[in-house]
């Protein structure tokens, strides 16, 4: 697994000529330090394209006074930006001395990654490209050459107070195994099981697909440990949720005619002295919810459950506590701040991409939602990023129906606003597939 220190910072830009009937590019890629070099490849739009000029004159002055001077010389041909400067990361290794021609596929679908088109006006703007470009690697440089300068304050991971034993993998109901990941340098379910013994209520936020559930089940669904009841229980939140349904309800006997009562999630959780899963919390009406309050804050530890008059008050023990999971960006997401000040830990929850590597997911597709997540943060991109479920179906479906398959699978799944842009990122590997669309009728197979 590649460290930071393996990481070194490139600058990339584009330019591009469609006069004369050709449609030709050139992409320029600088690494200033810490061995500065300077990459090129051009060719016909649409193709691989070739090496043409590299420089490795172990002088970042050198590699910018090459690179400006190359894009000046191009401009005067004809070629004006079409892809804007960028800075991104590529592994060390990527640019080794003898190495970087049989790698600079690599770099550039990950300068394709992270950059986007510029508007194509077909003239120069001004300043020229070579200006800008100039203006921007010397800043760039002097910004990195600062950062680089300035005294290093060493921010060692904190130590946790505590150092809880792991729990280790866990296969969760459904038969998948959850493999642990780190929270603050514990193990994540060992830092739930301790919240829980803690009374202390886990928020946790992210987008679809990276975990939430997952983990909360994988840390107590099986979770038998000192004689307690295993499991959990779990509610899924919508905008029709009602406190009721967290409760429990009278329901009709058809033959009987008779009412019986059926108990909720919240009323079994606490019965069972067992956490209470809320996911999708976010979704839930504030007034409903404010039926957990007491319980949450500690300040009640029983539960009354007045809608039900034969029903005792039924104590709230230790094992009892709430795990809930929101995804921000989800239209209607809303969080009062009582429920939020009832919630001592919060935890963003993000796809672990090395994780999804080492459960198949291929090399290209890391690559992708790396530099996806990355402009995200940037603010150069705001589609669709897949998560590790969607690598999971990827995995699934590419090993039962063949890569291809599952890459058509894939477009079909981002958004239509989004996939234009999600496939130039794909590169030219996949240039050709297209959505997964329903064909015609299959030839007749044997009765
Ligand atoms: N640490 C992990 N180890 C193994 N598999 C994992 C891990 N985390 C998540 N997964 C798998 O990734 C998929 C998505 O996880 P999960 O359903 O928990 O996502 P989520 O964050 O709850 O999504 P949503 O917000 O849509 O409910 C599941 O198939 C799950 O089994
Ligand atoms: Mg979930």
Same mark, same amino acid.
């Not at 190359?70 to 005067?76: G, I, P, V």
């Not at 490209?129 to 470009?133: G, I, K, N, V």
């Not at 559930?213 to 307690?228: N, Q």
């Not at 459950?305 to 094992?319: E, F, H, K, W, Y």
């Given at each position: 697994m590649p460290t930071t220190g393996d990481a070194v910072t490139a600058y990339g830009w584009e330019l591009h000529n469609d006069s004369g009937g050709s449609d030709k590019y050139y992409q320029f890629f600088a690494v200033l330090s810490p061995s500065p070099v300077m990459l090129t490849r051009h060719g016909r739009t649409g193709q691989a394209g070739q090496l043409g000029t590299n420089v490795n004159p172990a002088d970042p002055e050198k590699?910018?006074?090459?690179?400006?001077?190359?894009?000046?010389?191009?401009?005067?041909?004809?070629?004006?930006l079409s892809r804007d400067f960028v800075e991104f990361t590529i592994p060390a290794d990527l640019i080794a001395p003898g190495d970087f021609k049989e790698n600079i596929g690599d770099v550039a679908s990950r300068f394709a990654a992270v950059t986007t088109h510029a508007t194509l006006t077909g003239a120069s703007p001004a300043p020229s490209? *070579?200006?800008?470009?100039e203006s921007k690697l010397r800043s760039a440089h002097a910004a990195a050459q600062r950062k +680089?300068?300035? /005294? $290093?304050?060493?921010? /060692? *991971?904190?130590? /946790?107070?505590? +150092?809880?034993? #792991?729990?280790?993998?866990?296969?969760?109901?459904?038969?998948?195994?959850?493999?642990?990941?780190?929270?603050?340098?514990? &193990?994540?379910?060992?830092?739930?099981?301790?919240? $829980? +013994?803690?009374?202390?209520?886990?928020l946790l936020s992210g987008p679809p697909g990276t975990g939430k559930?997952?983990?909360?089940?994988?840390?107590?669904?099986?979770?038998?440990?000192? @004689?307690?009841h295993s499991g959990l229980e779990t509610i899924v939140g919508t905008a029709e949720t009602t406190a009721m349904d967290f409760l429990g309800t009278f329901v009709q006997d058809p033959v009987q005619g008779t009412f019986e009562w059926q108990p909720g999630p919240l009323m079994r959780s606490v019965v069972n002295d067992v956490p209470l899963l809320v996911d999708e919390i976010a979704l839930i009406d504030p007034r409903e919810l404010a039926v957990l309050y007491e319980l949450m804050d500690g300040s009640r530890r029983e539960l009354r459950?007045?809608?039900?008059?034969?029903?005792?008050?039924?104590?709230?023990?230790?094992?009892w506590f709430v795990v809930g999971t929101y995804n921000p960006d989800v239209p209607g997401a809303q969080l009062s701040d009582a429920l939020l000040s009832r919630f001592h830990h919060h935890v963003e929850v993000l796809t672990d991409w090395d994780l999804?590597?080492?459960?198949?997911? /291929?090399?290209?597709?890391?690559?992708? *939602?790396?530099?996806?997540t990355e402009r995200t943060?940037? @603010?150069?991109?705001?589609?669709?990023? #897949?998560?590790? $479920?969607?690598?999971?179906?990827?995995?699934?479906?590419?090993? $039962?129906?063949? &890569?291809?398959?599952?890459? +058509?699978?894939?477009?079909?799944k981002v958004p239509a606003q989004d996939r234009t842009e999600f496939k130039e990122v794909l590169g030219e590997r996949h240039k050709a597939v297209v959505p997964l669309t329903l064909g015609s009728r299959a030839p007749r197979g044997r009765r």
């Open positions: 590699v910018i006074r090459e690179a400006v001077n190359l894009t000046r010389a191009k401009e005067k041909k004809g070629y004006y490209a *070579a200006d800008q470009m +680089s300068a300035a /005294p $290093r304050r060493r921010t /060692p *991971a904190p130590a /946790p107070a505590v +150092s809880l034993p #792991p729990v280790g993998p866990q296969t969760r109901p459904n038969g998948s195994v959850y493999q642990p990941r780190l929270l603050g340098g514990v &193990e994540d379910l060992a830092f739930l099981r301790d919240a $829980r +013994s803690h009374s202390e209520n886990v559930t997952a983990m909360a089940e994988a840390a107590f669904a099986m979770d038998a440990v000192d @004689g307690r459950i007045t809608q039900n008059p034969s029903l005792d008050p039924i104590p709230v023990r230790s094992g999804a590597a080492d459960m198949g997911t /291929p090399a290209w597709l890391v690559t992708v *939602a790396k530099n996806l943060d940037l @603010g150069t991109y705001d589609g669709w990023v #897949p998560q590790l $479920r969607d690598a999971m179906a990827f995995v699934a479906t590419a090993a $039962r129906f063949g &890569e291809e398959f599952a890459v +058509s699978s894939l477009l079909r």
